[in-house]
């Protein structure tokens, strides 16, 4: 068990309290949309990691996790719709909207699935 340090402030003695040393990652897009999220809609886990040091990192592995299933996503949609480079070469005005449609269908099936959850 860690021995608590205090200092003298008048005529009392305050715990001198400090959060663990966290590991520097890169938390991207996702990471940051499920820190806003903790943050506003489940406060208790979001102090939970914070305290223990571990809000970096599980905010890095939910980024991870969501850019993984995005990119199969949008391949498995691609492959279902029929969307190939022959239809960009030939009409790409049609093969970016269909990009654009898929995209935002498997952003907000991620963001259900990994983000908000």
């Known amino acids: 068990m860690k021995e608590i ?59 991870d996790q969501a850019e993984s299933r995005l990119e199969t996503l949008i391949e498995q949609m691609k492959a279902q719709y029929g969307i190939t480079e022959q239809l960009k070469a030939s009409d790409p005005m049609k093969w970016v909207g269909l990009m654009n449609n898929i995209k935002a269908q498997a952003e907000e099936i991620v963001l259900k699935e990994i983000v908000f959850a």
């Not at 003695?13 to 938390?27: A, F, G, H, R, S």
């Not at 897009?29 to 809609?41: A, F, I, N, V």
């Open 5 to 63: 340090a205090y200092k003298q402030n008048g005529d009392y003695l305050i715990p001198d309290l400090k959060l663990p040393k966290q590991e520097m990652l890169e938390i991207g897009k996702y990471g940051r949309m499920r820190m806003k999220y903790l943050k506003e809609h489940s406060p208790y886990l979001w102090s939970n990691h914070k305290l223990n040091g571990t809000l970096n990192r599980h905010l890095s592995e939910v980024n």
